[in-house]
């Protein structure tokens, strides 16, 4: 099973910040990478897929990027509505989650 | 388009329950569709996976206690969950798995996901 390890676990950030969250896979998996937003209450929100793919309707502020074992989800300009928990996800191999990013004011 | 679960509730340990994911704009039996789970304070667990065409997939965890199955008629998705343990306590989600067609290779990835329902185990 590929292990999904995000970082940092939790960041305080304020509106207007860039925030940059990352995910690190345990071995290569090209771009098949996929972040998700979630808040309590909703069901989780694709984000960006394939890594670098902004998914319609998602604001521009937020952008991906990586290849192999890293990659990077940044959010310039965090806006209220940012602050959301952000997952990662492989589609490689038998599909894997990270453990979570919590932004928080 | 989207997906509403059903069926959630508190359960005793060693009990059953059937979640339901009803359907509308698109059929659940043209593409893939998936159970994942949050324990409290955890993160996310893909529990099962009815393909379109219909076979099925578990991980350890829930392998030989849980079943995914549809209803075509109903276009519905459904999760018979057998022989429950305290830690199956979870917000259920049922979400459908989409691709895109980049450079030639398939990339897949979950675009619609219902709002959940909780299943609490507990005596």
């Known amino acids: 099973e590929i292990q999904m390890t995000q970082s940092p676990s939790s960041l305080s950030a304020s509106v207007g910040d860039r925030v940059t969250i990352t995910c690190r896979a345990s071995e290569k998996i090209s771009t098949y990478l996929n972040w998700y937003q979630w808040k309590p209450g909703k069901g989780p929100n694709l984000l960006v897929y394939a890594a670098s793919h902004l998914q319609s309707g998602v604001p521009s502020r937020f952008s991906g990027s990586g290849y192999g074992t890293e990659f990077t989800l940044t959010i310039a300009n965090l806006q209220p509505e940012d602050f959301a928990t952000y997952f990662c996800q492989q589609s490689f191999k038998t599909w894997t989650f990270g453990q979570g990013t919590k932004v928080e004011v | 388009v989207q997906v509403v679960e059903s069926g959630g509730g508190v359960v005793q340990p060693g009990g059953s329950l059937r979640l339901s994911c009803a359907a509308s704009?698109?059929?659940?039996?043209?593409?893939?569709m998936r159970w994942v789970r949050q324990a409290p304070g955890k993160g996310l667990e893909l529990i099962s996976l009815?393909?379109?065409?219909?076979?099925?997939k578990y991980p350890d965890s829930v392998k030989g206690r849980f079943t995914i199955s549809r209803d075509s008629s109903k276009n519905t998705v459904y999760l018979q969950m057998n022989s429950l343990r305290a830690d199956d306590t979870a917000i259920y989600y049922c979400?459908?798995?989409?691709?895109?067609?980049?450079?030639?290779?398939?990339?897949?990835?979950?675009?619609?996901w219902g709002k959940g329902t909780t299943v609490t185990v507990s005596s």
């Open positions: 979400a459908r798995d989409a691709c895109s067609l980049l450079t030639g290779q398939d990339y897949c990835y979950m675009d619609v």
């Open positions: 704009g698109f059929s659940v039996t043209s593409t893939n």
């Open positions: 009815i393909y379109s065409g219909g076979a099925t």
